[in-house]
């Protein structure tokens, strides 16, 4: 089977992970770019990146990469395509376009003119042009220009790959399901590992950690836009969703724990957990994050702590994060604790040293993952225990 061009978009930050994740399912020629991950394959690559990676937000196919000078040369190129050998035209499309450093006026002349070129070839050869839907299209079409090359890709996946299908309640600043993944990750947790979120909110750690510990495959309780199209193996397909149904382990009780201050919190974490059939594997209860104990003598702490926009809570943040770190230091000594956090404050009043600060993005807005590895007793203390070594050794 002919290897294809792909190209997987991911949150800012994990594009190294990605690249790991989608060497585990046979994927060649991988390139770590700036916000995502190329890389080559056949069909099956295709469908199992769609269907096992936790950390893509598309699986793109490339099917074109040429040179252009003017909106009359990207007609050209688009109309070229058989694009009635990939979709019919009853189905609707969208055509999205990004560019770095085009020459041309207006993007969203070009953006018009890709659409029509696809229409007008539809026309030519079908004798019907598929309708344009930019709010749930069956087709989606990304192209992407820079200073001299057109690039078109297809969208293999629909809708985003973060919508696992699962969460019947975001709250009110979700976290992308892909970045949580990518998270615990970075945190090096691996199911087995207990692991505690103490503002959890809507659950989105909790429920990713429950899916790797029952190796759920993220994408099997969804569907892709390459199930239309026409060069669609339905039996391939049919049996790598039967071979991931397979691997899956029973969903029973994990060292996975969320808890949240807010009730109404907790019932989107539970209904959440509910409705995906994982309520058993997690273990959630009500508490304030300034009272709570660790439930086991090592494990990772990882939570996203809410951002203060107005000054109130920033107020209130500012208070907290001093208390958190003392939390942290005195309930949670032998644990690694992972903060997700796009405050800027919190790493200055935490009063605790970060082994690690990763950048990440949470869409456009800029975070940083802080690593701190909680040990018995105070950085300070030990410090000045080994200053009084080295001076009796001198002196002796």
């Known amino acids: 089977m002919k290897f294809q061009h792909f190209f997987a978009p991911c949150p800012r930050g994990l594009e190294s992970v990605l690249a790991s994740e989608l060497a585990q399912v046979g994927a060649a020629a991988i390139q770590t770019l700036h916000g995502g991950v190329a890389?080559?394959?056949?069909?099956?690559?295709?469908?199992?990146?769609?269907?096992?990676?936790?950390?893509?937000?598309?699986?793109?196919?490339?099917?074109?990469?040429?040179?252009?000078?003017?909106?009359?040369?990207?007609?050209?190129?688009?109309?070229?395509?058989?694009?009635?050998?990939?979709?019919?035209?009853?189905?609707?499309?969208?055509?999205?376009?990004?560019?770095?450093?085009?020459?041309?006026?207006?993007?969203?002349?070009?953006?018009?003119?890709?659409?029509?070129?696809?229409?007008?070839?539809?026309?030519?050869?079908?004798?019907?042009?598929?309708?344009?839907?930019?709010?749930?299209?069956?087709?989606?079409?990304?192209?992407?220009?820079?200073?001299?090359?057109?690039?078109?890709?297809l969208d293999t996946s629909g809708e985003a790959l973060f919508k696992r299908g699962l969460r019947q309640h975001a709250g009110e600043a979700p976290l992308?399901?892909?970045?949580?993944?990518?998270?615990?990750?970075?945190?090096?947790?691996?199911?087995?590992?207990?692991?505690?979120?103490?503002?959890?909110?809507?659950?989105?750690?909790?429920?990713?950690?429950?899916?790797?510990?029952?190796?759920?495959?993220?994408?099997?309780?969804?569907?892709?836009?390459?199930?239309?199209?026409?060069?669609?193996?339905?039996?391939?397909?049919?049996?790598?969703?039967?071979?991931?149904?397979?691997?899956?382990?029973?969903?029973?009780?994990?060292?996975?724990?969320?808890?949240?201050?807010?009730?109404?919190?907790?019932?989107?974490?539970?209904?959440n957990l509910t409705a995906a059939g994982l309520i058993d594997v997690v273990s959630l209860k009500q508490a304030n994050v300034l009272e709570i104990t660790a439930p086991a003598a090592s494990g990772i702490l990882v939570t996203n702590p809410p951002y203060g926009v107005r000054i109130g809570e920033q107020q209130a943040l500012a208070q907290l994060y001093p208390k958190l770190g003392d939390v942290l230091k005195k309930k949670f000594p032998g644990w690694n604790a992972y903060i997700f956090t796009a405050d800027p404050l919190l790493p200055k009043l935490i009063r605790l040293t970060a082994s690690r600060r990763i950048p990440l993005f949470n869409g456009a807005l800029e975070c940083r993952l802080l690593e701190y590895k909680i040990i018995s007793g105070s950085m300070r203390k030990k410090t000045k225990n080994i200053d009084c070594q080295q001076s009796d050794t001198t002196l002796s």
């Open 176 to 271: 992308r399901e892909n970045l949580a993944a990518g998270i615990l990750y970075l945190a090096g947790w691996q199911p087995g590992i207990p692991l505690l979120d103490p503002m959890c909110g809507s659950g989105t750690f909790l429920m990713e950690a429950a899916q790797m510990a029952c190796r759920i495959a993220p994408g099997s309780g969804r569907h892709f836009a390459f199930e239309k199209f026409k060069l669609l193996d339905a039996t391939l397909w049919q049996q790598l969703k039967q071979s991931a149904q397979d691997q899956q382990l029973p969903y029973i009780p994990q060292p996975i724990f969320g808890s949240d201050l807010y009730g109404y919190a907790l019932a989107h974490a539970r209904n």
């Open 39 to 153: 890389f080559q394959g056949d069909w099956r690559i295709c469908y199992r990146a769609n269907l096992e990676s936790r950390i893509a937000s598309r699986i793109l196919w490339q099917i074109a990469s040429q040179p252009y000078h003017n909106e009359a040369n990207i007609y050209d190129i688009t109309h070229a395509l058989p694009w009635h050998k990939w979709f019919g035209p009853e189905l609707s499309i969208r055509v999205n376009l990004a560019a770095i450093k085009c020459p041309l006026r207006s993007l969203d002349f070009v953006t018009l003119r890709i659409k029509d070129a696809i229409c007008d070839k539809f026309r030519n050869v079908c004798g019907q042009r598929p309708n344009v839907d930019t709010v749930n299209p069956a087709i989606r079409i990304h192209a992407f220009l820079d200073a001299q090359i057109l690039t078109l890709y």
